[in-house]
């Protein structure tokens, strides 16, 4: 089994062209050729797209780059797995048959080189998240996609670009409120670790943070829209790196 693995959460690329997408996209592609250049694993851990929705006939047009230089990391032998954000969560045939990722829908529990990861997207763990987990049951019920496919994407796109927005995670949270999620996260994360993980990896809070205790560790990916971090796993530690430019640089 590969054991150089690298992960990344919460690039959320957006539906709509701009600067700052295409410096992003730029960045993201690079690490991508790196993982590709090494013949090394990925894991995105959820919100990869802004949205996603797929048809039978009929797939988001702005993603073509993406999805052709994750094709081309699949056609190259690198295992590459999927995890469905609160953004993404509708992954298809599309995203496993032509692109050859590994969707994972739910949370989910890996072994990589002896080491047992707890790999989550984190969505709807926190305490006021009471709200947005009944509507995660609603969004994700076989009854509303079947419905919501029959709306033409035209409509669709827009509708979910307006929800999406809503939904977005605050970048004006205050320092207080970062630190509250933090904990419960850490909390959540130390629940992980008692069912006998050795590493909990977790996005969508978008707060790099890497929590060790004794030789178990607690990490929240960051994303791809503020520090531009991911994780990486060589077999024996685990560093959360922030990709600035060619080079590979310590945050912790
Ligand atoms: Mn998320």
Not at 134 to 144: D, G
Request: glycine share 8%; proline share 2%; charged share 25%.
């Amino acid at each position: 089994m590969n054991e150089n693995v690298y992960f990344i959460s919460d690039v959320h690329l957006r539906l709509m062209e701009s600067a700052s997408e295409a410096v992003k996209e730029k960045r993201l592609f690079g690490l991508f050729d790196e993982i590709k250049h090494q013949g090394a694993s990925l894991w995105i851990v959820g919100d990869l797209f802004d949205f996603w929705f797929e048809y039978k006939y009929v797939i988001p047009r702005r993603y073509f780059s993406v999805l052709r230089k994750l094709k081309e990391m699949t056609e190259a032998g690198c295992d590459v797995h999927i995890l469905g954000g609160n953004h993404d969560y509708w992954l298809g045939s599309f995203i496993s048959n032509e692109i050859g990722l590994k969707i994972h829908p739910s949370p989910i529990g890996y072994s990589i080189g002896g080491k047992s990861f707890f790999i989550t997207h984190a969505d709807g763990i926190l305490k006021k998240d009471r709200w947005y987990r009944i509507m995660r049951w609603i969004f994700r019920n076989p009854v509303t996609i079947a419905l919501f496919r029959t709306i033409h994407p035209r409509l669709a796109f827009a509708l979910a670009s307006k929800i999406s927005g809503k939904s977005r995670h605050s970048s004006t949270r205050d320092a207080e409120t970062e630190a509250q999620e933090r904990n419960e996260l850490i909390t959540y994360g130390q629940a992980r670790l008692k069912e006998s993980y050795d590493y909990v990896i977790t996005g969508h809070f978008h707060l790099p943070t890497v929590h060790s205790e004794g030789e178990k560790t607690i990490v929240n990916l960051g994303d791809w829209m503020k520090y531009f971090t991911f994780g990486h796993f060589n077999g024996q530690d685990f560093r959360l790196c922030y990709w600035k430019c060619e080079e590979f640089q310590q945050i912790e």
